[in-house]
């Protein structure tokens, strides 16, 4: 056995520091890298989401706005439904009118 100090690595305390700075650097700018990659695709995934949601709203709101003009119970509808029976009332009258020549 002998009395010097076997280390695990060769070098000086200020070559390890300054290996391990190094590592560090290289490890921060790939996760730096790393992070940019994903806060882009996050970014475009929020555009995309934000679009839809745009489109989605329109689409609502063009459905309320025609299903108040032109749906069951809108204004139009009961028109309609008026305009049909006064349109069965006057064919009837009319009718009648012919039918009172006749006799």
Not at 23 to 46: F, H, V, Y
Not at 57 to 85: C, E, M, Q
Request: hydrophobic fraction near 40%; aromatic fraction near 6%; avoid cysteine.
């Amino acid at each position: 056995m002998t009395d010097e100090k076997t280390t695990r690595r060769p070098g000086s305390r200020a070559e390890r520091i300054e290996e391990l700075r190094r590592r560090g650097e290289i490890e921060r700018d790939a996760l730096t890298r790393g992070i940019a990659g994903l806060r882009g695709a996050i970014n475009e995934k929020k555009a995309l989401w934000k679009t839809v949601g745009w489109i989605v709203g329109i689409a609502a709101a063009a459905g309320t706005v025609g299903y108040k003009l032109f749906g069951k119970h809108s204004l139009s509808a009961k028109i309609g439904r008026v305009t049909n029976v006064a349109m069965i009332l006057f064919g009837l009258g009319k009718a009648a009118g012919k039918a009172r020549k006749f006799l």
